[in-house]
């Protein structure tokens, strides 16, 4: 059979298909929705002045679609006449403050008895809009796409044109080029939502590859910049744990810096950070991707679990967590429709986790079965807040330990602790996690002893994850130490005090080990 | 502004050329609702996606039906709005999420069509350059002669013929490659 029939074929077999869908019914507003409102499953999303009514029943519900406008949006203000209000507990999911301006912002959530959700944003819009004419199509309205994102100031558009970049040049004289996606024969859209805390934009400039300016649109400068909360780490503090090898790399936000949402990325091999297309994915990371190797990346608290299949108890696999059958983001961003990418969003302690694994083509099956380990995992203790602070997620040693060759003792003194590491440079952790006051020592086979060494060039940093604080390093050579049960070891000279979530790295000769840890 | 509201203005949809009075809304929607539907399953390869999609389409359809609806060709406008729509990450993103918010509470779509059976040979032609793949599901799905496809994806006649060309040509090779794919 040619392609011309297998085409055919294909498309009438569709088709077929297609006619057993039933149409959904589409109504003014107005219609009466009783009932059918209470039971569907509704995202309703408000900003500013027009409001967009869409709603969906059930599988044989009507669809009901209506524009209608409301000057201000409150989460305890009804919506429209009709509208029921949701009469379950409001959820606030992130909240901030425009600085130099009256109103705050807050993203909130209803949910109802019936489970339904329903969103409301307030004072998300982002000073003022500027007219932009063509090519540029009116970008009219700086607000975020996406409410439960935590994302504060917000720009998008399309570029009917061959653009080479677009240039964002912030009130503040600072310079933001957004990814863009499509571009040549295809509008190019380009949106620019994570800056979170970063003021309006002042100009926005289109240029071809010849750094022509295409088309240029000037904002009043606005007071209305913006703020989080939560950018130390609170009080109450949410912390988390993972266990995996320390032969895996480890990467935290840092890896995506321009996107809001915390994050933790793990991987077999080393993780570059950034890259040119897309914020909100480990992109250069991914196109390091060697056949054989395996990436994982946990996006913490980014929107409410609600709808979103709970973590699995006993564990991912390729079962629980199948595939995903189209081209994802992880596809496009890095270019790699080679890799095997596994993404969808999952619900644990009521917050919802986007989850990404990605396996190169090659990859071995224990490899894979490691990899579902170390997601499996996860672990807090308590239940967390959506918020905008930031997370900790410690370093969690896997059981059994590492056992060290002879003639170290297979187990640490403190039974409380397991070895972490390799036998290049290992440590003992706290089977549970948790920290309590320790001195920074070190075990290494290479390390012959007091005699050998009596100063051992062992180096120690401490980075906080949290804040922006400076790096603390140990501030001279190690020196020696001996126990009947542990053998000869390594102490650093460094004992950090500040509470918060560390990165701690240690370098010994050419072996390097970094866990991290919340120091309470 | 709304969410709902920014598809087409994420999305740069070209008018066509008004040239009628407008029909009446409902059974415009009748009539296409299913072949734009299954246009949005063919290029985004999943149905809740398309469902919103095509939802989102239409509903930008209506909101500007009194000048949609007097086109030449509505039904070349709404099926511009849903490919170029597929094209968007940031579009599917979102309404993935939204979908997956309002309609229940599985990464994986069960519902009534069994799409995944389905997609086979439609999965290869996601595959294809946008342009060819939205050219193959335009004309042998939606069943558009290559004037119509020309229309809604604002290009010549001339440059459908070489998608296509080149379309049938890659997927040739690799029905050769790897056996059926239907």
């Excluded at chain 1, 024969?185 to 934009?201: K, Q, R, S, V």
């Excluded at chain 1, 992109?283 to 980014?302: C, H, K, M, Q, T």
Aim: hydrophobic share 35%; aromatic share 8%.
């Amino acid at each position: 059979m040619n392609i011309d029939d297998e085409l055919r074929q294909a498309g009438d077999r569709l088709n077929a298909k297609l006619e057993e869908v039933t149409v959904p019914q589409v109504r003014q507003r107005g219609t009466r929705i009783g009932r059918t409102l209470a039971v569907a499953a509704a995202l309703t999303i408000m900003i500013g002045g027009s409001v967009l009514w869409l709603t969906r029943g059930g599988d044989d519900g009507p669809v009901v679609a209506a524009t209608s406008t409301s000057t201000t949006i409150d989460g305890a203000q009804p919506g429209p006449a009709d509208e029921p209000q949701p009469a379950g507990p409001m959820v606030v999911i992130a909240e901030g403050t425009f600085v130099g301006a009256d109103e705050p912002w807050r993203l909130s959530a209803f949910i109802s008895e019936e489970d339904d959700l329903c969103m409301r944003l307030r004072g998300m819009t982002c000073g003022p809009v500027p007219n932009v004419s063509n090519p540029l199509s009116a970008p009219s309205g700086t607000t975020s796409e996406d409410p439960s994102e935590p994302r504060l100031s917000c720009a998008y558009g399309a570029v009917h044109a061959t653009v080479f970049e677009v240039i964002l040049t912030l009130s503040d004289g600072s310079i933001v080029k957004p990814p863009i996606h499509g571009g040549g024969d295809i509008p190019a859209n380009f949106y620019a939502y994570c800056w979170a805390g970063a003021p309006n934009y002042a100009s926005i400039t289109a240029v071809d590859a010849n750094g022509d300016t295409l088309a240029e649109s000037t904002s009043t400068a606005s007071s209305s910049t913006t703020t989080t909360t939560g950018a130390e780490l609170p009080a109450a503090a949410t912390v988390w744990s993972i266990a995996y090898p320390p032969t895996w790399h480890r990467a935290d936000s840092e890896l995506m810096p321009n996107l809001a949402w915390n994050s933790l990325t793990l991987a077999t091999f080393p993780l570059r950070e950034g890259g040119s297309k897309c914020a909100h994915m480990p992109e250069n990371a991914l196109r390091d991707l060697s056949p054989g190797d395996a990436l994982v990346s946990i996006f913490l608290n980014a929107r409410p679990g609600i709808g979103a299949p709970l973590w699995p108890e006993d564990g991912f696999n390729d079962t629980v967590f199948p595939e995903s059958t189209a081209t994802t983001d992880a596809h496009e961003c890095a270019d790699r429709p080679d890799l095997e990418v596994h993404w969808g969003l999952w619900s644990l302690n009521g917050n919802g986790h986007y989850v990404l694994v990605v396996f190169g083509p090659d990859v071995a099956n224990d490899r894979r079965a490691q990899t579902w380990e170390i997601l499996s995992s996860l672990r807090t203790s308590e239940t967390s807040t959506a918020t905008n602070g930031k997370l900790c997620i410690v370093t969690r040693p896997p059981q059994p330990g590492l056992a060290p060759p002879a003639p170290y003792h297979p187990n640490p003194s403190d039974e409380s602790t397991v070895w972490y590491g390799t036998t290049a440079l290992w440590t003992p952790l706290a089977s549970d996690a948790t920290y309590g006051p320790r001195k920074s020592v070190w075990w290494s086979s290479d390390f012959g002893g007091g005699a050998d060494e009596p100063t051992p060039d062992i180096s120690v940093t401490y980075q906080r994850l949290d804040a922006k604080t400076p790096v603390i390093r140990s501030r001279s050579p190690g020196t020696n130490a001996n126990t009947a049960e542990d053998g000869w070891f390594m102490i650093a000279d460094i004992d950090p005090e500040p509470r918060g979530c560390w990165k701690v790295t240690a370098t010994y000769r050419e072996a390097t080990l970094s866990y991290v840890a919340y120091i309470p | 502004v709304t969410a709902f509201q920014t598809l087409s203005e994420l999305i740069w949809v070209k008018d066509l050329p008004v040239v009628r009075a407008a029909e009446d809304f409902e059974a415009f929607y009748r009539r296409e609702y299913r072949p734009v539907l299954g246009l949005a399953i063919v290029l985004s390869g999943n149905r809740s996606t398309a469902d919103e999609l095509t939802q989102e389409a239409f509903l930008v359809t209506l909101r500007d039906w009194d000048r949609v609806g007097r086109m030449e060709n509505p039904g070349a406008w709404v099926r511009r709005v849903v490919a170029n729509g597929s094209l968007s990450w940031f579009r599917r993103g979102a309404a993935q999420t939204r979908a997956m918010l309002r309609l229940g509470t599985s990464n994986t779509d069960h519902r009534e069509l069994d799409v995944e059976a389905e997609l086979d040979l439609w999965r290869e032609v996601r595959q294809l350059p946008r342009r060819q793949a939205q050219t193959i599901a335009l004309m042998y799905l939606n069943g558009l002669s290559r004037r119509d496809v020309a229309q809604v994806l604002d290009c010549s006649e001339e440059t459908v013929k070489t998608h296509l060309d080149r379309a049938k040509k890659t997927l040739s090779a690799r029905l050769e490659d790897g056996g059926e794919m239907s």
